[in-house]
């Protein structure tokens, strides 16, 4: 049976600083474990091998990746039985909310040779305090960045006619959510998610995975041309007629939004620029060109010089904090080998069938 899946960021390397919308999340779980434990004690390869045998049973997977190495999964979510694994460790300190009746706590740390460890302190000490001081270094350069990019979208505002755009989010509003208000009205949710995350690779997203049975709306535009603005107006508007909803930040500057999902109304609108540039693949998918729509013609041209030099100089502050980011992961990677050589990972793995067979008693139930 093929795998039925979705891939997001819940937490981001952001110019705030790391943002996690974790418990946005988890809202529906009627269970929840916690996994403790340092660098390399096997969360993540615990993780991936449950959600992997589940994904292969058929059951829906919702992979949460991590932000500071997107080929390791901080967290999986199985909406069918409405449980979750999650890596509750920093920068994501996650705690129980409701202690041995939802959440539980999963203490990998039972597994390591406390003694091994206690033969690394001092290096143990100094690499975790060097990753602490790289990802400050990275939030730093991301912030001077923001602040840049902010002038950048000053340009654009200064040119944009906004009633037009005010029209122009009542139009969508209208042609994408049904005027009619949905059954079950108080009951819609709101979930919380990253549309991608800037990496020690650089920026990661996975619209593809998460747009691929939706009709698509790309928007196009430039910096403050008002594409944040609209896709909240659409949330909020979709929320108020009584319908999930899946509001997709931006990996940069959190308090920005790049997508919105509504799958009861089979629709994803989305920032389809860079980094996160897209364009239609499908005669379903549809393009809303706000530049063309709503900024004065000749804009580009008229600031041509000092749009070039805005961004350029964002542009290479993030290059600086994403190398930061690096730089930072080849540290984490030399701390996670002291705790990977002083681990029992057979113990690992009878806390992994632990929790495989308590979720097959959740079938029964």
């Known amino acids: 049976m093929l795998k039925k899946e979705i891939r997001y960021f819940a937490g981001g390397n ?18 929840l474990y916690i996994l403790k434990g340092g660098p390399g004690t096997g969360k993540s390869s615990l993780i991936k091998s449950i959600g992997n045998e589940w994904g ?12 500071s190495d997107p080929d390791s999964i901080d967290a999986i979510i199985l909406p069918e039985l409405k449980v979750g694994i999650v890596d509750g460790t920093n ?11 939802v959440d539980d706590y999963v203490n990998l740390g039972i597994a390591w040779d406390r003694n091994e460890l206690l033969d690394q302190k001092d290096e143990i000490i100094s690499l975790t305090n060097q990753v602490k001081e790289g990802f400050k270094k990275a939030y730093d350069s991301f912030a001077q960045g923001l602040a840049l990019h902010d ?10 006619d906004f009633d037009k755009a005010n029209q122009l989010a009542e139009h969508w509003i209208q042609k994408l959510i049904l ?25 990661v997203d996975f619209v593809e995975n998460i747009t691929e049975d939706l009709n698509r709306y790309f928007i196009k535009g430039r910096a403050g041309s008002g594409k944040s603005t609209m896709l909240k107006k659409i949330a909020k508007a979709a929320n108020e007629k009584g319908y999930d909803v899946e509001v997709y930040h931006c990996g ?36 809303i060109d ?33 190398q930061h980011l690096a730089k930072t992961k080849e540290i984490r990677d030399q701390l996670e080998q002291i705790y990977i050589k002083a681990m029992d990972f057979s113990i690992v793995d009878k806390i992994r069938d632990q929790i495989n067979e308590e979720m097959k008693s959740m079938i029964k139930k």
Not at 151 to 160: A, P, Q
Not at 266 to 282: G, L, Q, R, V
Not at 291 to 313: H, N, Q, R, V
């Open 56 to 67: 292969e049973k058929g059951y829906f997977i919702e992979w949460i990746h991590c932000s």
């Open 290 to 322: 706000l530049y063309e729509l709503l900024i004065t013609p000749g804009t580009d041209e008229k600031y041509a010089s000092d749009i070039k030099d805005a961004t350029d100089k964002y542009k290479s502050k993030l290059k600086e904090g994403i």
């Open 252 to 287: 940069f500057d959190p308090n920005s939004l790049d997508m919105v999902v509504v799958r009861e109304l089979n629709f994803s609108i989305f920032d389809s620029t860079a980094p996160h540039e897209y364009y239609p693949t499908k005669e379903s998918d549809t393009i």
């Open 179 to 203: 005027n009619e208000q949905r059954s079950s009205i108080g009951s819609s949710k709101i979930y919380k998610r990253f549309l991608g995350a800037t990496t020690p690779i650089g920026p």
């Open 14 to 31: 952001t110019a705030k600083g790391f943002v996690e919308f974790f418990d946005s999340n988890f809202q529906d779980l009627e269970r």
């Open 151 to 160: 002038e950048l979208e000053k340009i654009f505002i200064n040119e944009m």
């Open 91 to 101: 920068p994501h300190v996650i705690e129980p909310k409701y202690p041995g009746v």
